[in-house]
T-cell receptor, first 114, second 112 residues
Framework: AQSVTQLGSHVSVSEGALVLLRCNYS??????LFWYVQYPNQGLQLLLK??????LVKGINGFEAEFKKSETSFHLTKPSAHMSDAAEYFC????????????FGTGTLLAVQP | EPEVTQTPSHQVTQMGQEVILRCVPI?????FYWYRQILGQKVEFLVS????????KSEIFDDQFSVERPDGSNFTLKIRSTKLEDSAMYFC??????????FGQGTRLTVV
């Protein structure tokens, strides 16, 4: 069965500092992996996705993630945090196929300090 | 830019009442979903819908829940007899085919 683990329910960084949000997955077959962002009282917005092409994936707002099969990881990074990055971030896995349902991690709330 | 729209944005209902949450998926998409997020918890899959039938449902999606695509554009989630624990944010999503899911803004359901 698929599962997603996000280490760190809360992460706080200073403005301009590196952002690193961790995600590890479990899947019996090659997965599709996603990062979604949720701003307060809003829906889920796709940041980036891995669908078995390049292992380093670039997304919106300067975020990127690297798929590492050997580590079963898909960590999200951004070189320099901005105040507007403060939000909750969800890693999700899908096997694709007929259903394409997403299995989400528990989320990481990112705070950016001035 | 096409988007998934959900109505209402917030619904308050009394325990035991029926509610219908409405969604208009992106027009050329083929797969439709409902997810829910209880306050402070992760987003959970409820049900997927393809070719006018349920393709998969989770353990949460019991007999109190049903989905319908009545007119080729709307996609509804009905909860027949709401319970306090049904209070959550409900998200509709749609997918074209093996691509990323596009989510609506959600309906916050409060059962009192």
């Amino acid at each position: 069965a698929q599962s997603v683990t996000q280490l760190g329910s809360h992460v706080s960084v200073s403005e301009g500092a590196l952002v690193l949000l961790r995600c590890n997955y479990s899947s019996s077959v090659p997965p599709y992996l996603f990062w979604y962002v949720q701003y307060p009282n809003q829906g889920l917005q796709l940041l980036l996705k891995y669908t078995s092409a390049a292992t380093l994936v670039k997304g919106i707002n300067g975020f990127e993630a690297e798929f590492k099969k050997s580590e079963t990881s898909f960590h999200l990074t951004k070189p320099s945090a901005h105040m507007s990055d403060a939000a909750e971030y969800f890693c999700a896995v899908s096997l694709g196929g007929a259903t394409n349902k997403l299995i989400f991690g528990t989320g990481t709330l990112l705070a950016v300090q001035p | 830019e096409p988007e998934v729209t959900q109505t209402p944005s917030h619904q308050v209902t009394q325990m035991g009442q029926e509610v219908i949450l409405r969604c208009v998926p992106i027009s050329n998409h083929l797969y439709f979903y409902w997810y829910r997020q209880i306050l402070g918890q992760k987003v959970e899959f409820l049900v997927s819908f393809y070719n006018n039938e349920i393709s998969e449902k989770s353990e949460i999606f019991d007999d109190q829940f049903s989905v319908e695509r009545p007119d080729g554009s709307n996609f509804t989630l009905k909860i027949r007899s709401t319970k306090l624990e049904d209070s959550a944010m409900y998200f509709c999503a749609s997918i074209l085919s093996n691509t990323e899911a596009f989510f609506g803004q959600g309906t916050r359901l409060t059962v009192v």
